[in-house]
C-alpha cells in the first residue's frame, strides 16, 4: 500500500505570506497526485490535479509541483480565504490521502 | 452543472446495514467513475471505494472491504454504497465524488453515518 505523508501539519502565516506545503509518497506515483481544500463543514475542492495541473476557477496564486515521491503546493500570497485544511492524494493505484495539513493564521 | 447528491445516512446500531445513495446530475454520469471518500469527526480524508464507469471494475479501501459494496445504476444516475456489519469507526461524513484525470473535480455535500448503540 502506498502511503502519503504531508508536511507540516500545522503551518501558520500571515496574509501575504508564500507558504509551501509538501508531499511525500511511499512508492512512486508518477504524477497522479491531486491537491484539495477544506473548510470546515464543507466539502474538499480540488486545486490541482495531475501535479501541476490549475483546476479551472482556481486563483492563480496556487501551484503545484513534483514527480515521482515528492511533490508540493505552494501558495504564493496568502488571502484570508486560503486558511483551511489542505490535503493530498496519489491516484496512481490506492486513492490514498495525506493526513492533512492546516493552515492557520498567525 | 454538475451536482452529486448523498443520502441515506443516519444513526444505525453496530452490526447493522445501511445503504447510501449519490444521486448525480449535470454530466453524463455514465461515462464516469464515482468514488465514495468518508471522513470521521475531526479527522482527516480516507477513500473508500471506486466504481469504474459501466460497473466492471470495483476497489475498495483496507478497512471496508469485505463489508462494503459499492454498485451503481446508470438509468437513473446514481451510486450506492452497501453497508455491512457496521462499526463504531465507520462514523463519518460520507462523500461522493467524480473521477477522472481530475479525480474528484466535484463533491457532493456529504450525508453523516452514525453507528451507536
Known amino acids: 500500500d502506498i502511503q502519503m505523508t504531508q508536511s507540516p501539519s500545522t503551518l501558520s502565516a500571515s496574509v501575504g505570506d508564500r507558504v509551501t506545503i509538501t508531499c511525500r509518497a511511499s512508492?512512486?506515483?508518477?504524477?497522479?497526485l491531486a491537491w484539495y481544500k477544506q473548510k470546515p463543514g464543507k466539502a474538499p475542492k480540488l486545486l490541482i490535479y495531475?501535479?501541476?495541473n490549475l483546476e479551472t476557477g482556481v486563483p492563480s496564486r496556487f501551484s503545484g509541483s513534483g514527480s515521482g515521491t515528492e511533490f508540493t503546493l505552494t501558495i504564493s500570497s496568502l488571502q484570508p480565504d486560503d486558511f483551511a485544511t489542505y490535503y493530498c492524494q496519489e491516484y496512481n493505484s490506492d486513492y490514498t490521502f495525506g493526513q492533512g495539513t492546516k493552515l492557520e493564521i498567525k | 452543472q454538475v451536482q452529486l447528491v448523498e443520502s441515506g445516512g443516519g444513526v444505525v446500531q453496530p452490526g447493522r446495514s445501511l445503504r447510501l445513495s449519490c444521486a448525480a446530475s449535470?454530466?453524463?454520469?455514465?461515462?464516469?467513475?464515482m468514488h465514495w471518500v468518508r471522513q470521521a469527526p475531526g479527522k482527516g480524508l480516507e477513500w473508500v471505494a471506486l466504481?469504474?464507469?459501466?460497473?466492471?471494475?470495483?476497489y475498495y479501501g483496507d478497512s471496508v472491504k469485505g463489508r462494503f459494496t459499492v454498485s451503481r445504476d446508470n438509468s437513473k444516475n446514481t451510486v450506492y454504497l452497501q453497508m455491512n456489519s457496521l462499526r463504531a469507526e465507520d462514523t463519518a461524513v460520507y462523500y461522493c465524488?467524480?473521477?477522472?484525470?481530475?479525480?474528484?473535480?466535484?463533491w457532493g455535500q456529504g450525508t453523516l453515518v452514525t453507528v451507536s448503540s
Open positions: 449535470g454530466f453524463i454520469f455514465s461515462s464516469y467513475g
Open positions: 495531475k501535479a501541476s
Open positions: 512508492q512512486n506515483i508518477s504524477s497522479w
Open positions: 466504481i469504474w464507469y459501466d460497473g466492471s471494475n470495483k
Open positions: 465524488a467524480r473521477d477522472g484525470i481530475r479525480v474528484g473535480d466535484y
